[in-house]
């Protein structure tokens, strides 16, 4: 089985920064991309992804802020957060998808990002 471990999530002031990390742990063949959506009420978004070709994107909202970068040694994904704003309070979750013909999502348990103004 496939397990994601999230970790960096907390309280931060409005212009600060946080680091969030993701490290994939199992049976894992075949990622194509490993990446972060975020969920707060009426919110619910990718926040950034990186392919296993190290391509990106990002949401909008988060473009020349937020950072995606991983790690293909230890399947660990990073989302460097800065000028963080009230708007960016919300669970991060970050997801792996991996396969060939079939393609099959995991997710990390969620940590909490909370902004304060």
């Known amino acids: 089985q496939v397990q994601l471990v999230e970790s960096g999530g907390g309280l931060v002031q409005a212009g600060g920064s946080l680091r969030l990390s993701c490290a994939a742990s199992?049976?894992?063949?075949?990622?194509?991309?490993m990446g972060w959506y975020r969920q707060a009420p009426g919110k619910h978004e990718l926040v950034a992804r990186i392919?296993?070709?190290?391509?990106?994107n990002y949401a909008d909202s988060v473009k020349g802020r937020f950072t995606i970068s991983r790690d293909n040694a230890k399947n660990t994904v990073y989302l460097q957060m800065n000028s963080l704003t009230p708007e960016d309070t919300a669970v991060y979750y970050c997801?792996?998808?991996?396969?060939?013909?079939?393609?099959?999502?995991?997710w990390g348990q969620g940590t909490q990002v909370t902004v304060s103004s």
């Open positions: 199992g049976s894992i063949f075949s990622i194509n991309a």
């Open positions: 997801y792996l998808r991996a396969g060939q013909v079939t393609e099959i999502d995991y």
């Open positions: 392919s296993s070709g190290g391509s990106t």
